[in-house]
C-alpha cells in the first residue's frame, strides 16, 4: 500500500519498522491511547479516513472498531519535532480501551505510589 501512497519524509520507525501513535479525540483534546502503527497501516488510514494500528500480538493491521464499533475516525495526523510518534487527532465513536473505557488512561498514581482508577477521564486542555 505505501507504493501508492507517500508517507511524510522525516518520520523515524523503530529496527521493527513501528512508531508510536497516541490517538487524542479532536474537540476536547483529551488522551485516549497508545498504540503502534506501521508504514503499511498508516498508509491505510491515511487512505481510508479510518484509523488503522498494527497489532504486535497478532502481526496484522488491527481496525479499531472491527469487532466493537467503537471506531476512529482520522481528523488530523502529525508528528513530533524528532519524527519519532505520531499524535492522531480522532473523532471517537464510543470507548477507545478495550476494557470498556473512554481512554486507557484511567490509573492514577497517586504521589504516595498506590494506584486508583480515575472516575472521570482526563482533563481536557482549555482552548485559549
Not at 15 to 27: S, T, V
Request: with cysteine.
Amino acid at each position: 500500500m505505501t507504493d501508492t501512497l507517500s508517507l511524510p519524509d522525516g518520520l523515524t520507525f523503530t529496527k521493527d519498522g513501528l512508531i508510536p501513535a497516541i490517538a487524542q479525540q479532536y474537540d476536547t483534546g483529551e488522551v485516549l491511547m497508545m498504540a503502534w502503527m506501521n508504514k503499511d497501516s498508516l498508509a491505510e488510514t491515511l487512505a481510508t479516513g479510518r484509523v488503522c494500528y498494527w497489532s504486535r500480538s497478532r502481526r496484522a493491521f488491527w481496525r479499531k472498531g472491527d469487532t466493537s464499533g467503537h471506531i476512529q475516525e482520522l481528523v488530523e495526523l502529525r508528528y513530533d519535532c524528532d519524527g519519532d510518534t505520531l499524535l492522531v487527532l480522532v473523532n471517537q465513536t464510543g470507548a477507545a480501551c478495550h476494557e470498556g473505557s473512554r481512554s486507557c488512561f484511567t490509573r492514577k498514581v497517586e504521589t504516595d505510589g498506590t494506584v486508583s482508577i480515575a472516575a472521570t477521564a482526563l482533563p481536557t486542555m482549555v482552548r485559549r
